[in-house]
């Protein structure tokens, strides 16, 4: 529609004219254009004239009356879009209303995309199958590859089913869903993998959609657990605010108990997730849940809880004694955060048993995924910020098989649970120092990484100066040399690119092979100073290395972006050629969202992992609590006895990170964070101890409080003592010069306590002094108590630096910022220097002690001697490998470049449902 507003004698006809051209759409009057097959032909609008502004808004609201219709109007279904009044990712279903062929409105409503698209998100029949949703013009609605609908905030950009399904024969699948119909074919994965995949899809009724289910050849027959003749009973639900346990405590900064374990079900547990996730549990719901899971009688309805959820909680509930077992004997109770079970339907049970955030969805973390990819392993996940509360920790995991009467399982065996245990990072890095001597000597480091080359292990993960992010640390950002030079073992690793749709990005990342045997070592770069040994750690997704480094400087170079995760070089991705994990724009035609380059086709990225948070709590219910786990951080007298252990620091350095303590000490984590006295913890929660209280306490021994007790007494005679005094004192001063008649300028006000008096008798002058002594102080402190000294043990003042939040901390950690694996300064790395004194490195974050550490345990094969890792003295073993190895001839490193800094700007376009 076209609305002129004609005033007289100055609306020209010209300008008439050219709004009815431009309302019926007739472009030939002014401008030839070759037609383009793909667009729709024309449709003429409509021009109506307005003499009177104030017809303006009833003209316009019957803009519909020309809209072409049918004698029966059907729905509009447009594609799902950000809610501007925060409801959050929407789809808008509009209807033209009819009557009497005469269009009288348009009706409409606003479905959310979490409640349209819950049984496709939570679809789990198996370990590894999924559901997907289409429009009829192939676009992609929702894909396990896509983020779900309660965490997008961005407008999405579309993308044809066919590049997440690239199994040979989809498009024809494709087609049929487009057209509506109904099916069920086989199909293999891809052209390399003759793993079978079912398709079944179905058209929504009276709706442009069609969902499809695809079933691994491993799912096709799902079986489930027999019911139990008698249910073990679960005694708690992890709502432990609502229903608390008899004894409760604080795990860190969660509300928890050590009576037993909790149990959560995920919103996959139930009927109806997105009903579930939107009504408040009460009291009375828990109690219900409770009620029908501990149920034997079969009399008790279910309270919206999915067929099948009994029997996997009754199934997990057996491993609660073997947990509180394990606790009253194990060593390694100190260095344990928690221990957790979860099965593929949903059900978690932890220990110690904590609250809950109420849309955690065990099955779509990294530690359950990275299980079940690496099934018969023993899986170690990238180190990350814990949400609870204490501070970086690392996942160790395994999968659970489906029970067999023989107990022989293989990895296709179909994967019916996950379970898993939280070590500290300390902890995980003191187990590599304390199996491998050879990482406490000079020039000498150690490492772990996983099979995508993260760092789960490395000095400068745990130095207190290191000052790098833990999180996300890959192998070629700390180690260049060594990253160069694997990259010629060409059946050790191997570079991937896949494109991840959502944000229009190909990502480049490294996998290294896990089946690899034997010791690999210098194959080019480096051999002179800087030499290496790595192997694979059996039965583990891990590999471990030692480093011997006496080069004075790097001559090579990872090129990684220090402004954002971009490639320095999208046009070529050659395996030989060092390069951090990073990305590249991907262009796609924004109106039919296939890609612009067919050589951009690439698989598709998984999933984006989604955050996770602490349920909202009455701070004062945790605070007033006590801690679940008594760590002793003040008792631990020596570094074997502090170094990993939950909740406990080595403090190294004072507070400004550059001196080291002359008596290094044991404190707690928000104390002494990584290492450096008051340094800020990524929860913002830190508190700083002045020098002189730090020294006392670290003297004063295991009885501190009958010492500190003693002093505080003398203390407070003394100061009872010295205040009469001088206030007697005092007094006979001022009745003398009253005696004197002085006069009323000379005498100076007495504040309370003015040790003046001896200044004025020497003739100095004295410094501004506070108004009160150190006398009145400490009485008004006894009448008074600070706060601060309410709240903190020991009556320390807490000094507050920075915010309270997380989100307001610049301690150098970055948790959730999509640049973490780009903080590596290229272009001018810092040198690697012999002498000890220049060795930045060496000097502070390698003062490990020479004493051996208590061997507790390890990730590393007892069996496999390491006798050719630490040996650097003898020629590197061969490499053992079915096809001789081709040794690279030795070029010149291509000199380092540095390219102009580009800005990218990523356009948010917003799909319309007519054409473009």
Not at 324 to 331: E, G, P
Not at 335 to 350: H, K, P
Request: aromatic share 8%.
């Amino acid at each position: 529609m076209t609305y002129p507003l004609v005033q007289e004698g100055r609306t020209g006809l010209e300008e008439l004219t050219f709004l009815h051209d431009l309302a019926e759409q007739d472009n030939g009057t002014y401008f030839q254009y070759n037609n383009i097959p793909d667009l729709p032909p024309r449709q003429k609008g409509q021009m109506t004239v307005l003499n009177q502004m104030s017809n303006l808004p009833s003209t316009v609201g019957r803009f519909y009356s020309i809209l072409p219709h049918d004698s029966v109007s059907k729905p509009i279904f447009s594609l799902p879009h950000i809610d501007q009044t925060g409801g959050g990712l929407i789809m808008s279903i509009t209807q033209t209303c009819i009557i009497n062929d005469q269009v009288i409105g348009i009706v409409g409503l606003d479905i959310s995309m979490a409640d349209l698209l819950e049984d496709i998100t939570y679809f789990e029949k198996g370990e590894q199958s999924y559901a997907f949703l289409i429009n009829n013009q192939g676009y992609t609605i929702m894909h396990k590859n896509l983020a779900r609908p309660s965490y997008v905030r961005q407008p999405p950009l579309y993308t044809d089913i066919s590049h997440f399904e690239t199994s040979p024969g989809f498009n024809q699948v494709r087609d049929s869903m487009m057209r509506g119909e109904s099916g069920t074919v086989l199909l293999t994965q891809s052209r390399n993998d003759t793993t079978l995949t079912k398709y079944t899809w179905r058209p929504i009724k009276l709706a442009p959609l069609s969902v499809a289910v695809v079933l691994l050849e491993s799912d096709f027959t799902i079986k489930s657990l027999r019911p139990f003749s008698v249910l073990p009973e679960s005694r708690l639900y992890h709502r432990l605010d609502l229903v608390p346990a008899d004894s409760m405590c604080a795990h860190f900064k969660q509300l928890a108990t050590t009576d037993s374990s909790t149990l959560m079900l995920s919103p996959g547990g139930f009927e109806s997730p997105f009903e579930h996730l939107r009504q408040d549990e009460t009291k009375l719901l828990v109690q219900a849940y409770m009620a029908f899971l501990n149920d034997n009688t079969g009399l008790i309805a279910t309270p919206g809880i999915k067929e099948g959820i009994k029997n996997d909680v009754a199934a997990t509930s057996n491993i609660e004694n073997v947990w509180l077992k394990q606790i009253r004997t194990s060593q390694l109770n100190d260095y344990i955060v928690r221990r957790y079970v979860a099965t593929t339907s949903g059900v978690l049970r932890m220990y110690p048993g904590t609250l809950m955030e109420k849309n955690y969805a065990p099955t779509k973390r990294p530690w359950f995924m990275n299980a079940v990819d690496h099934a018969g392993d023993v899986v170690v996940s990238s180190p990350y910020l814990d949400a609870g509360g204490a501070g970086y920790v690392v996942t160790i995991s395994h999968a659970i098989y489906e029970g067999a009467s023989s107990g022989i399982h293989s990895s296709t065996d179909p994967v019916t649970g996950v379970i898993a245990v939280d070590f500290t990072l300390q902890y995980f890095y003191k187990q590599l120092i304390d199996t491998l001597p050879i990482c406490k000597k000079k020039y000498m480091r150690c490492f772990i990484m996983d099979s995508k080359g993260y760092l789960l292990a490395h000095p400068h993960l745990v130095s207190p100066v290191a000052r790098v992010p833990v999180e996300n640390r890959h192998i070629t950002h700390q180690e260049v040399l060594v990253s160069n030079d694997m990259l010629y073992h060409k059946t050790f690793v191997h570079k991937y690119q896949c494109n991840s749709y959502p944000n229009r990005t190909m990502q480049r990342y490294y996998r290294f092979n896990t089946s690899i045997s034997g010791v690999l070592s210098n194959l080019y770069h480096g051999g002179e100073c800087n030499k290496y040994r790595i192997t694979h750690i059996k039965g583990t997704n891990a590999f471990v290395g030692v480093i011997n480094d006496t080069c004075n400087v790097d001559t090579l170079f990872c090129p990684c972006s220090m402004v954002d995760r971009m490639c320095l070089n999208c046009k070529r991705m050659e395996q030989t050629e060092c390069e951090c994990p990073c990305e590249c724009l991907l262009e796609m035609d924004s109106c039919h969202g296939k890609l612009v380059d067919e050589e951009d086709r690439n698989p598709s990225c998984a999933r984006v992992e989604e955050p996770v948070h602490l349920p909202k709590v009455n701070d004062i219910l945790v605070t007033e609590l006590p801690q679940c786990h008594e760590s002793r951080c003040q008792h631990r007298k020596s570094y074997d006895e502090c170094y990993g252990v939950l909740d406990c620091e080595w403090c190294l350095y004072e507070h400004s990170g550059r001196n080291k303590l002359t008596s290094p000490y044991c404190a707690e984590q928000r104390q002494c964070f990584n290492g450096v006295v008051g340094a800020k913890t990524p929860y913002g929660d830190e508190y700083y101890l002045s020098e002189e209280v730090t020294s006392l306490r670290s003297a004063s021994g295991a009885h501190v409080g009958p010492v500190a007790g003693a002093l505080l007494g003398v203390i407070m005679a003394f100061a009872l003592v010295t205040y009469f005094y001088r206030q007697h004192v005092h007094n006979a001063a001022r009745r003398q010069e009253m005696a004197q008649n002085i006069s009323d300028t000379s005498v100076r006000m007495s504040q309370g306590d003015d040790g003046d008096e001896d200044n004025d008798e020497s003739g100095t002058n004295p410094p501004p002094h506070p108004p009160y002594g150190q006398a009145n102080i400490m009485l008004a402190a006894i009448q008074n108590p600070s706060p601060y000294h309410q709240r903190i043990r020991y009556g320390i003042r807490v000094w507050r630096r920075g915010g309270g939040t997380p989100s307001e901390s610049d301690h150098g950690y970055s948790t959730m910022t999509p640049h973490e694996d780009s903080e590596y300064h290229y272009v001018e790395p810092e040198p690697i220097v012999v002498e000890p004194e220049r060795r930045h490195f060496e000097r502070r974050s390698m003062d490990l002690p020479e004493s051996p550490i208590p061997q507790t345990a390890t990730l590393l094969d007892p069996t496999m001697s390491y006798d050719d890792i630490e040996s650097f003295d003898e020629a590197p073993p061969p490499l053992k490998q079915s096809t001789p190895q081709t040794v690279v001839p030795k070029i010149d490193p291509p000199p380092q470049t540095v390219l102009p800094r580009r800005t990218h700007v990523k356009a948010q376009i917003h799909m319309v449902d007519t054409f473009c």
